[in-house]
């Protein structure tokens, strides 16, 4: 049996613990920190996912044999590094590879050099240059601060009013601190965003079933930015055709672009694509799955997931057949009232046991607490309802009934995810 220790905290965590918990070679399963409904699944460790020298002591004491990786930023300070120099098997990728999400200068000059389709970029670690720039180029222009910014480092300026703001915002007042010490101003692309996320030992790479996300808080896509309302998979617009184009343009010459410069990327990789009139574009990379994307992709895994993370681990992808569900699946996102600005916590939640009856429904909790058998909000994004059914526009009814058995005080939600693209 496998003993494994998930770290992070939020939807994608639960949906990975759920479907870690189907694993025939599953043993104990830990979590840190969890959250309400992952606690029914693993016990929750009460440590930051980001205190690497905590986890990496639990892990030896309590001597599990695989440690995966959710979030970003353990990642991104090489969380993967010392738990494999401390001997534990970890899934995800190690510091150097995951400078693929944390550094947009790292990420951009990467698909330059090696010819993989983007939107055209410059790289301003200068105040007086990037004005400039701005001054003449072509807008709606795209301004993003080098580093992590929780989501929130990408500004898309209609006008130099805007994008002088924004540079300045970044570059001069800090308000993302070190991620904005360089800048990437790039073209803006038309099109529709599509995720697709790939397993990759460094070598092979074999993406998973697509999805998209709707990143904007309020229906018709108004509204601020957020980590995410809903998801559906599969996209609608994502043909085997373009899933052979992305494979030969991207997602090969990708994985072996980090492995020609030293830095082989084993773990998930995530392509942000946004496919145009002219074809597919790769907006971003991230190194993990992800947040609400794992909540409708995962569930259509029929494979055993360990025996998948053993393969990346011991770069033996090729040794594993990866199967999908023909089925569809939507995710809606119950917010706080408030997100992504500002909301209360603390709040009762109600009516998860009618919904988790129906048939065909995951409820995948991301900022819960659980105490006395009650459940608690404790973040913006509280809970993710996913449906799977023969088509989307099924599975959306079915996320929508049972999002209705469920309250909170405050509680908000999209009323489109899913039927708009
Ligand atoms: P990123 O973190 O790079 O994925 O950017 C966050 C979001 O900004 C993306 O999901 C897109 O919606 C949008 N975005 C980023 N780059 C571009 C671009 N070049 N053109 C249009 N939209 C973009
Ligand atoms: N849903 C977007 C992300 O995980 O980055």
């Known amino acids: 049996m496998t003993d494994v220790l998930v770290v992070g905290g939020g939807g994608r965590e639960h949906a990975l613990v759920w479907k870690i918990s189907q694993s025939s070679r599953a043993g104990r399963i830990y979590c840190i920190p969890g959250n309400g409904g992952i606690s029914n699944l693993a016990e929750c460790v009460p440590l930051k996912a980001t205190d690497i020298d ?17 979030p970003d930023d353990p990642l991104a300070a090489g969380i993967t590094d010392v738990l494999e120099e401390a001997g534990i098997r970890t899934f995800g990728p190690g510091k150097k590879a995951a400078r693929i999400e944390a550094s947009k200068v790292f990420s951009k000059g990467l698909m330059l050099k090696y010819g993989i389709p983007t939107a055209k970029h410059e790289v301003f670690d200068e105040y007086g240059a990037a004005l400039k720039y701005l001054k003449s180029c ?21 006008n130099f009013t805007e994008a002088s703001r924004a540079v300045e915002d970044i570059m001069v007042k800090k308000v993302f601190g070190e991620a904005g010490r360089s800048i990437v101003a790039e073209e803006y692309l038309e099109g529709t965003e599509v995720t697709v996320l790939a397993f990759t030992d460094g070598d092979k790479v074999v993406p998973m079933v ?8 309020y229906d018709s896509d108004k509204g601020p930015n957020t980590g995410g309302m809903g998801t559906f998979s599969p996209s609608r617009i994502y043909s085997p055709a373009m899933a052979e184009i992305c494979m030969k343009t991207i997602f090969e010459p990708s994985v072996k672009a980090m492995s020609s410069e030293g830095n082989p990327f084993k773990g998930v990789l995530y392509f942000g694509l946004m496919i145009t009139a002219d074809g597919p574009r790769l907006l971003e990379y991230n190194s993990r799955f992800g947040d609400p994307e794992a909540q409708v992709v995962l569930p259509r895994l029929k494979t055993d997931i360990l025996d998948i993370f053993d393969a990346v681990i011991d ?23 408030g997100y992504p600005v500002k909301y209360e916590k603390g709040f009762e939640i109600t009516g998860l046991d009618k919904a988790e009856s129906r048939e065909g429904i995951l409820v995948f ?17 509280v809970l993710g309802v996913t449906a799977l059914a023969d088509n989307l526009e099924a599975a959306a009814q079915k996320a929508y009934e049972a999002i209705s058995d469920i309250s909170f005080k405050g509680m908000y939600y999209r009323r489109d995810i899913a039927k708009t693209r």
């Not at 301004?143 to 500004?155: F, Q, R, T």
């Not at 909790?365 to 994004?381: D, F, I, L, P, V």
């Open 365 to 381: 909790h991301a900022g819960t607490e659980k105490h006395g058998g009650r459940y608690y909000t404790s973040g913006g994004r």
């Open 210 to 217: 697509s999805s998209q996300d709707h990143k904007r808080a």
């Open 54 to 70: 905590g986890i990496k002591a639990f892990a030896l004491e309590r001597k599990v044999d695989m440690a995966v990786i959710g």
């Open 315 to 337: 770069n033996k992808l090729d040794s594993v057949r990866i199967e999908w569900e023909e089925s569809a699946a939507v995710c809606v996102v119950a917010a706080s009232g």
């Open 138 to 158: 072509d807008y709606p222009a795209v301004i993003k601060a080098d580093g992590l910014a929780l989501g929130k480092g990408v500004i898309i300026a209609e």
